[in-house]
């Protein structure tokens, strides 16, 4: 069975760091791309990053680039994704999800249940 | 504003047919695939129709997607209490960027 577990959220002040981290379990990771989806409370989804299965190629949405760093560690079927300098509108559920196949960026098979990350003073 | 516009709202009583629509432009929509995703309140995301008309294993085939240009559509037929959730379109974009609709919240009268 494929399993997603995110981890890592929580309430940081604005300007503060974040990582966090999906583990995978139940399916070959590293054959995989990966990526990070967001929702804000009571808002929609909103892509934010994703990674190809070998590490290779990455990819930002506009509103965290410079500030969002997606990373993965085949070795520990984890993935990562490194927030820098938050801001309030970072505030959200951030999602980790699986697609499928090494390449693709969309779409998502598997999601996890998401971790919460406020960020407020 | 999301790229990929959606109406923010659908209804439908038990039985009906009722259409989600999702628009886009050439770099996204209009030279990629198309995919739905259902939620409901509370859960993750659910993959209901990938490359513009597939379902995946499992997902019924009273939910049915099609595209045409820059837009596309989810389509729900014999509609039932539990299709009551939220619905979102969301298609890879040529500049290097996934998008999702705003979403459409489906209210089942």
């Known amino acids: 069975e494929v399993q997603l577990e995110e981890s890592g959220g929580g309430l940081v002040q604005p300007g503060g760091s974040l990582r966090l981290s999906c583990a995978a379990s139940?399916?070959?990771?590293?054959?995989?791309?990966m990526s990070w989806v967001r929702q804000a409370p009571g808002k929609g989804l909103e892509w934010v990053s994703a990674?190809?299965?070998?590490?290779?190629?990455?990819y930002h949405a506009d509103s965290v680039k410079g500030r969002f760093t997606i990373s993965r560690d085949n070795s520990k079927n984890t993935l990562y994704l490194q927030m820098n300098r938050l801001r309030a509108e970072d505030t959200a559920v951030y999602y980790c999800?699986?697609?499928?196949?090494?390449?693709?960026?969309?779409?998502?098979?598997?999601w996890g249940q998401g971790t919460l990350v406020t960020v407020s003073s | 504003q999301s790229v990929l516009t959606q109406p923010p709202s659908a209804s439908g009583t038990p039985g009906q047919r009722v259409t989600i629509s999702c628009s886009g432009s050439?770099?996204?929509?209009?030279?990629?695939?198309v995919y739905w995703y259902q939620q409901l309140p509370g859960t993750a995301p659910k993959l209901l129709i990938y490359?513009?008309?597939q379902r995946p294993s499992g997902v019924p085939d009273r939910f049915s997607g099609s595209k045409s240009g820059t837009s596309a559509s989810l389509a729900i037929s014999g509609l039932r209490s539990e299709d009551e959730a939220d619905y979102y379109c969301?298609?890879?974009?040529?500049?290097?960027?996934?998008?999702f609709g705003g979403g459409t919240k489906l209210t089942v009268l």
């Open positions: 999800a699986k697609t499928i196949s090494p390449a693709a960026k969309l779409p998502f098979d598997y």
């Open positions: 139940g399916f070959t990771f590293s054959s995989y791309a």
């Open positions: 990674m190809s299965a070998s590490g290779d190629n990455t």
């Open positions: 050439s770099s996204n929509i209009g030279s990629n695939y």
């Open positions: 490359r513009n008309n």
């Open positions: 969301a298609a890879w974009d040529d500049r290097l960027s996934g998008l």
